[in-house]
């Protein structure tokens, strides 16, 4: 395969990873000085990126790129017997009047850390994210292990465990990764709401509360582009990360909704 793949400044360990893969596969490997785009890049041709989205919205269209991701509201549509928990797409302004605990998130960037706030007054101030900003807030839990499956084509082509008990600890040998992968299938059967062709699904174990027994549940679903592989095949995973960061011009008719929006170029 031809092709660049385009990294940040600041190189993770799963950067380094997709881009031994890219290589392999015969590609390029552009690792980026600084947030700008030089000339002879901004012509290549079948160019792709593995970043977080403020560097994708700095580069991204200079870089003609098609960068899906999962619609912001998704998990709050999932059916309550896949997310085992209560979960709703509001307003910033509207969880900082929260009474109670609860986790909250930008369902798309880290404009302000993903945790669990005593209520909504310990939320960030206006100085930090503006209240019309979109937040996902859930009920909650712990899960007992989590696991990230990468999927093309409703498909999961790589897997990995990557937390027990909240604390970061990847594995892709165990067991069970192949529940993981059999309990997302029911995500992608008619009925449920829809995802990009070319997508990370993290589903884990919750210790239902009054059985005991641990139960799946989904986490949450997020951009390819910018997620981590932990310890997943790094060849497998970045046949998604491609798919799901590639050259606008390739992006199917059906993923067309799940184009994030990028600034434009300024020169």
Not at 39 to 61: K, S
């Amino acid at each position: 395969m031809t092709g660049v793949l385009v990294l940040a400044p600041r190189v993770t360990e799963s950067g380094l990873a997709y881009a031994d893969a890219a290589r392999r596969r015969g590609m390029r490997v552009e690792t980026l000085r600084e947030w700008r785009v030089p000339a002879e890049l901004a012509q290549a041709e079948g160019t792709h990126l593995y970043a977080g989205p403020l560097f994708a919205d700095a580069v991204g269209a200079e870089l003609g790129l098609g960068l899906l991701e999962p619609d912001q509201d998704w998990l709050a549509r999932l059916p309550r017997e896949v997310t085992r928990r209560g979960i709703v797409f509001t307003t910033l302004a509207h969880a900082r009047g929260l009474r109670r605990a609860a986790f909250v998130k930008p369902p798309d960037d880290k404009s302000f850390p993903a945790k669990v706030y005593r209520d909504g007054t310990a939320l960030p101030g206006p100085d930090v994210a503006d209240g019309d900003s979109p937040v996902l807030v859930s009920d909650v839990v712990l899960f007992l292990a989590e696991f990230r499956l990468f999927v093309l084509d409703g498909t999961v082509v790589a897997a990995t465990r990557y937390a027990v008990a909240g604390e970061v600890d990847a594995a892709a040998d165990d067991p069970r990764c192949a529940e993981a992968i059999e309990f997302a299938a029911a995500l992608f059967t008619p009925g449920m709401p829809a995802l990009p062709s070319a997508v990370v699904v993290d589903v884990g174990l919750l210790a239902d509360p009054e059985t005991g027994r641990p139960e799946w549940a989904v986490i949450e679903a997020n951009a390819a582009w910018a997620s981590g592989h932990y310890a997943a095949d790094p060849d497998r995973a970045l046949e998604t990360v491609l798919r799901s960061g590639g050259p606008r011009a390739l992006v199917r008719a059906e993923d067309e909704r799940y184009l994030r929006g990028l600034p434009e170029v300024v020169r």
